[in-house]
DNA sequence: GATGAATGAGATTTCATTCAT
DNA sequence: GATGAATGAAATCTCATTCAT
């Protein structure tokens, strides 16, 4: 593997913080993230209330506060479990054997794909005031570190192919943060998408299609 | 011109309602107009206090409510406003002479290269669940409505091209959908892009040169 | 006449202050006067808007603090004027030929029978909080004089009879008292009974021939 | 027992759902309905403050919002419970050995002493326009139905009496109705007398006294 | 004198968080 | 450790009163 997936599989470990799955209060754990998670997609972070969402995860009001300290510091780990999931389904980005272009193709399938999967990461990245309020007053600056991490990951995707099509350094630096933009509206377009009678699949396919025929286009011009 | 852009206008008109810019009163209405929209996007529409926009506009509590009669009202003519800004910057793309690519490629840099300046517009089709329910609340069904007009607008632009390409019925329509899924995405992107040093024009102008290679490329695979 | 019916119609005067009914300004009190009784009535002291009054009256809101100082000295003029019109309806009884029964049963017919006519009145003596409290800010001890007088005035009425019946000072007294209190309930009596499908003139007279039977039998019990 | 008590008891105990008098929650909502009926009764509806009354019962006001959804809830609950204790006392009139005229005269004796103990209902039945509204919200009618179970209530005291004196339907249900509409009356009565220095009770029984002569005279007119 | 736009105190209600049991 | 009743800050909206025009 390569570019710093195992540091930030760490990082992320720290947050989700796994206990044994047996244990009772593990799962108490996890069905409140769960219902924390569902409520905060549906209503968003201000309407979604605690009480609704403990009740909904079968425990009492305070229970949720023995685990988590604020309804902020529960929107973090919700957030912390689903890039963990996220991470885990990249992995195949990762396959040593595979070409350039397909690795592209890859990671944009991922992406956009998974965005309906990952609708706090969703939110978050499409900018949502009220998720970005929360980790700005916890440590202004996270969400940028976040993204340059992304950033990261996309440029060294883009990397091989920016050899071969002689982007600059600049040009490529400027298509890899485009790229992780766009990743933040995916989700919208996929919603909308949605809404208009657009499967998620289709939608994301023909953004996938038009781009990457556009960013790695396989048909040489004519001499 | 074409399409129904002056139903929309005139729609539009009976909201913005404007009076004589000198009359103080007017130009009352416009600072909470203008400070509503800022705060609506920096804080999203519930975390925005009345009170606050009413300080920022210089007036008081009561008076906002002298000129719009709730919070809701409050979004949906600072959301009508923006739109017909919207739609006027959007006016080029009706050019008569315009050949279709051109064309093309016109709506995608304005509705791309624009969606910095309309921010509330991007809230809305990103799909924020708050502004969502403002305009459910006043009429159920008004999004899906305000979302046919953008796919039929989309589907006029894509028109020529789908011919050219030989595009069936379907594919166009499914296309069409796609990029209005995307316009919603797009703020995202300008404003993700944004925060990792990324101008909005670049970033707009990347995706649109991404996007228009791959829907209408102008090289010819070679025989 | 006796009683101090010209002190009561002269210190009611002061308020109902009648100017030229010819001069607009004076018409403009009456309508507003008027606006305010129908919506005190209708809606009660809070819920009756000053606006709504002004509209109703034809002026502007501005306009009715230029005629009173503010809405409860709107009250107290309104009441002002109904009791003025009370009192001259009450003239009747005033008649020196009646014999002492016939005043008394003069008395209560237009006592009861006037409710429905004077319904700030009836309000006020039926204790609704809203309007006691406009009185006591006014002037504490207002309403108890306003009672007083009535209990003068009611224990001139009873005072032949009390004489033939042999009752004590005390019992004069009491009886009084009660007639007084009654009156504040025979509003209520005929707002309900009108509900109940009983027409005000017919439970004001079912009332009257109750009580007049039982305070001044016109049968003597068989030796 | 007859007419409709055990129905009227059963469908109030959904209401007044007495817990268990010790509990310290069952005591602080029963002191908040104690304080919300003294602030209804001082201030009436409006301005009546959940604030105050909150501070009057030694709890906070959201914890007033536990126990009551509404202001409007409070309201219905503390009248549901005054009526309550009406019917627990009203409980002679139902004694089978009553013959007719006593009958009558302990229905008024008790509904007429009992006015001052009942401020709200009073108030309600006075037609104090708040309370009305309340009701009214709730449920459209409400109080038409009240008022007809009390149509019947006093028509079935009064039935053996029309008998006797040979009244017709018609007059015995418009002697009815006049008594239910009186009862409105009698608190205005009884808290008027009350500032004028009759006891509640004195002026009550004077009442009762007046009416019960006239409407069922013992002595007979001579030959 | 008349107007009506502007003000801001005050009302009800929600809900994150605490803490005694 | 778990509970859920209690808290009170904060939000939206109303409306009597003032005052520049």
Redesign the interface.
């Known amino acids: 593997m390569s570019w710093d997936f195992d540091a930030v599989e760490r990082s992320l470990a720290e947050w989700v913080g796994r206990g044994d799955p047996e244990d009772p209060r593990e799962r108490a754990r996890r069905r409140i993230l769960a219902a924390a998670t569902e409520h905060f997609v549906?209503?968003?972070y201000?309407?979604a209330s605690v009480d609704d969402i403990a009740r909904q995860a079968g425990v009492a009001k305070g229970t949720v506060y023995l685990h988590f300290k604020s309804k902020a510091d529960l929107l973090l780990h919700a957030v912390a479990l689903e890039k963990s999931r996220y991470l885990e389904r990249m992995r195949p980005v990762f396959d040593a054997a595979l070409p350039p272009r397909e690795r592209l193709r890859t990671f944009l399938d991922l992406a956009f794909g998974l965005a309906g999967e990952m609708p706090l990461i969703s939110r978050l990245?499409?900018?949502?005031?009220?998720f970005q309020?929360v980790f700005a007053d916890l440590d202004p600056g996270i969400?940028?570190r976040m993204?340059?991490d992304q950033?990261g990951f996309a440029r060294w995707i883009l990397d091989p192919i920016a050899a071969e099509r002689g982007w600059s350094e600049a040009e490529l630096g400027?298509?890899a943060?485009?790229l992780?933009?766009?990743?933040?509206?995916?989700?919208?377009?996929?919603?909308?998408?949605g809404?208009?009678?657009?499967s998620a699949a289709?939608?994301a396919a023909?953004?996938v299609?038009?781009?990457?025929?556009?960013?790695a286009?396989s048909?040489?011009?004519?001499?």
Do not use: F, I, W
């Open positions: 549906r209503h968003g201000r309407k990245t499409r900018g949502d005031a009220d309020h969400r940028a993204e340059e950033v400027d298509r943060r485009m992780v933009g766009l990743l933040g509206g995916v989700s919208a377009l996929v919603g909308n998408a809404r208009l009678g657009l289709r939608s023909l953004l299609e038009s781009l990457v025929e556009g960013l286009p048909r040489k011009d004519p001499e």
